[in-house]
């Protein structure tokens, strides 16, 4: 089964580095806007893997973290926490509410995909023969 991951983050062009970065495996990846968008994706769809920006204008990380951690469906998701270095005094908190990995901003694709294998197995989207043969 292929993994399915969320990227919550307010910033298109974040969304779109973690878009680009996944796009050669065999993925599913939805996006959402705020952790309140979070959620309800997670409703349709409860996803392998999220991918968490801590500071966003409506409902930011720490406390969608938070309330995942008390939804007993939710509660062992893994979480690569999207961070800045401006985000220090909340490291304890999130470190507290276990996520599995963070990544400070702004982030390479590579480093991206780095955390992400370390939590999860990706594979590469397999290539169809052409119709030539060649």
Do not use: W, Y
Not at 22 to 28: G, M, Q, T
Not at 92 to 111: C, Q, Y
Request: charged share 25%; hydrophobic share 45%; glycine share 4%.
């Amino acid at each position: 089964m292929r993994p399915h991951i969320l990227v919550i983050d307010d910033s298109k062009a974040v969304r779109l580095i973690a878009l680009k970065a996944l796009a050669p495996f065999d993925c599913d990846v939805a996006e959402a806007t705020n952790g309140f968008t979070g959620l309800f994706a997670m409703e349709r769809v409860l996803p392998d893997l999220i991918l968490l920006d801590i500071a966003m204008s409506t409902m930011n990380g720490d406390t969608m973290l938070e309330m995942m951690r008390s939804n007993d469906q939710l509660k062992k998701l893994p979480v690569i926490m999207m961070v800045s270095r401006h985000d220090h005094k909340v490291l304890p908190k999130i470190t507290a509410l276990g996520v599995s990995s963070m990544i400070e901003k702004p982030f390479s694709e590579t480093a991206l995909l780095e955390a992400v294998r370390e939590v999860i197995k990706l594979k590469p989207v397999a290539r169809k023969p052409s119709k030539s043969g060649q």
